[in-house]
Every structure is written in structure tokens, then in C-alpha cells.
């Protein structure tokens, strides 16, 4: 591997990781608008709360967590990640955001010089 690569292979993971904290500290914070920055505007939000599923645009999620307010007991990690060009895939794991486990599953696109979530999977775990 090229020294170009190797620097370029440990600069994906960082600036996907930077994508999800920006996610994380949005939800922690409240603050729809740095939630949303990690978003492409296309985003959809998918998964099962309350033992319901549920299918919601970037909009519908942003009002839920906006609605729902500030998470500062909040407490994620990103478990696993992959990434292949313009495309990745990541894993975190969540706690207490706002009593509840979340497992999400993101879908992420590389958008001109950064990555976006473009899909997010998750499972609402009982709450703690």
C-alpha cells in the first residue's frame, strides 16, 4: 500500500466517526440543526419503537427528537465500521437516550469533501 493509502485509509474511518458525533451530540444536546448536519437531505429513519415499526423522513425524525428535547445522559460508542469508495456502513451502540438502549445501523455517503447518513436502521431495546 502507498504511503497516499495508508494516510488516505485512516483518514475514512476518522471522518465518518466525525460524522456520527456530530449525530451523537446533537441528540445529547438537543440541538436539531447539528443532528440534521449529519444527514443527507434525503435521509430516511426506519426501524421499531415501542414494539412498533416505523418509517420516517429526516423531517419526521428531526421533529421526534426535537419534540422529545435534550438526551444528556446520553451515552454512545460506534461499535463497528466498514467503508468501500463513496460508500459505508456503521454500527453504534446507545444508551439512555432518554431512558432507552438504541441499537442504529447507518448507511453513509461520501458528499463532497465529508460523509452523510443516508439511511438509519435502528432497534429501541427496552427501556432501562
Known amino acids: 500500500m ?15 466517526a ?10 445529547r444536546s438537543g440541538d ?7 444527514f443527507t437531505e434525503g435521509a430516511r429513519v426506519s426501524g421499531s419503537y415501542s ?17 422529545g428535547g435534550a438526551a444528556p445522559g446520553l451515552e454512545a460508542r460506534v461499535v463497528s465500521m ?3 469508495g463513496g460508500a459505508a456502513m456503521a454500527r453504534l ?3 439512555n ?5 438504541y441499537t442504529d445501523f447507518f448507511v453513509l ?10 439511511s438509519k436502521v435502528f432497534f429501541a431495546h427496552a427501556r432501562a
Do not use: H, M, N
Open 51 to 67: 414494539g412498533k415499526p416505523v418509517s420516517w423522513s429526516l423531517q419526521e425524525f428531526c421533529d421526534a427528537v426535537a419534540k
Open 97 to 101: 437516550w432518554r431512558g432507552t438502549r
Open 32 to 38: 436539531v440543526a447539528l443532528l440534521r448536519s449529519a
Open 109 to 118: 455517503v461520501r458528499q463532497g469533501d465529508g460523509w452523510r447518513i443516508d
Open 18 to 27: 466525525e460524522t456520527l458525533s456530530r449525530y451523537i451530540d446533537g441528540a
Open 2 to 16: 502507498t504511503p497516499e493509502k495508508e494516510t488516505q485509509s485512516f483518514a475514512i474511518p476518522q471522518a465518518i
Open 82 to 84: 466498514e467503508s468501500a
Open 93 to 95: 451502540e446507545a444508551q
